[in-house]
Nanobody, 115 residues
Framework: QVQLVESGGGLVQPGGSLRLSCAASRNIVSIYGMGWYRQAPGKQRERVAVILSGGNTDYADTVKGRFTISKDNAKNTVYLQMNSLKSEDTAVYYC?????????WGQGTQVTVSS
């Protein structure tokens, strides 16, 4: 079973940028989909961005134009570049992969946007 480890979270001022990384324990070429989700305190977990094996991407309306998801198959890693961060982007960000009957979550990384 694949394992996912997120990194790159931290504290950033409004308007700043962060890049999250999600490293998989095995080759991701055959994984159907990978994505980033987030959960703010008191709120439900929501989808932020996904990327499919063929390279198609999809974003939540709240992050379109600010966040970019990408993947490096050689490094078995998916990235989330976050620009123009807002206080409402504060949350724990989780990486997820899925395919067929399975799905796997990472442990999450905290992103805090505050002055």
């Amino acid at each position: 079973q694949v394992q996912l480890v997120e990194s790159g979270g931290g504290l950033v001022q409004p308007g700043g940028s962060l890049r999250l990384s999600c490293a998989a324990s095995r080759n991701i070429v055959s994984i159907y989909g990978m994505g980033w989700y987030r959960q703010a305190p008191g709120k439900q977990r929501e989808r932020v961005a996904v990327i499919l094996s063929g390279g198609n991407t999809d974003y939540a309306d709240t992050v379109k134009g600010r966040f970019t998801i990408s993947k490096d198959n050689a490094k078995n890693t998916v990235y989330l570049q976050m620009n123009s961060l807002k206080s409402e982007d504060t949350a724990v960000y989780y990486c997820k992969c899925w395919g067929g009957p399975y799905s796997v979550w990472g442990q999450g990384t905290q992103v805090t946007v505050s002055s």
